[in-house]
């Protein structure tokens, strides 16, 4: 998942409307799944309004691996790239409005557009330098600190078990 309205990430609004023009509103219901581990994401996907958490399991046990609230776009860039099963699960943390295209229509427009497929990328980039800094210089009290600066109504609609999850500590010490 790639987020747009985190200001230390370029800017993806041009995803938006992408999506906008060629997509149709969908509801996601809390709990329901936008997308599964092990398949192929058959949409991409422009929040509305709502939430999201990605999960991904290790040895039968699920992890939380990020979060994405409001105007945020879902997507799991190797999935649309390559059309190769996805990694991770996207699943609704509250009721969502989500408007969708075919990945299709996305993965044709990547490989036309070379400036969208660079924003995306560079985008990606700097989502994932921004996640391992954030895990290596910051204390796990910072990183929730950060978590609440970026998304202040994160304790409202996340589990403490899905916050410890992502901060790789135990829910005692959430």
């Known amino acids: 998942m790639v987020k747009a ?50 999960l991904m399991s290790s040895d039968g046990n699920n992890r939380v691996i990020d ?49 969208l497929n660079m924003n995306l990328m560079m985008g990606l980039f700097e989502q994932l330098y921004d996640q391992f800094l954030e895990f290596c210089i910051h204390t796990t009290a910072q990183s929730y600190l950060r978590q609440l600066d970026r998304y202040p109504r994160i304790t409202e609609i996340a589990s403490n078990g899905d916050i410890a999850s992502y901060l790789n500590i135990s829910r005692r010490q959430c």
């Not at 995803?15 to 058959?42: D, M, N, P, Q, T």
């Not at 509250?94 to 557009?113: A, Q």
């Open 5 to 54: 309205n985190n200001k230390e990430t370029t800017d993806l609004s041009f995803c938006k409307e992408v999506l906008e023009k060629f997509g149709e509103r969908r509801l996601i219901g809390r709990g329901e799944y936008f997308a599964h581990s092990g398949e192929v994401i058959e949409y991409a996907g422009w929040m509305v309004s709502g939430g999201f958490k990605s």
């Open 67 to 115: 979060f994405s609230l409001d105007d945020s776009l879902l997507i799991d860039n190797e999935s649309v790239r390559h059309y190769t099963k996805m990694r991770t699960d996207i699943i609704a943390l509250e009721d969502s409005e989500v408007i969708v295209i075919p990945t299709k229509i996305m993965r044709e427009r990547m490989n036309r557009d070379h400036e």
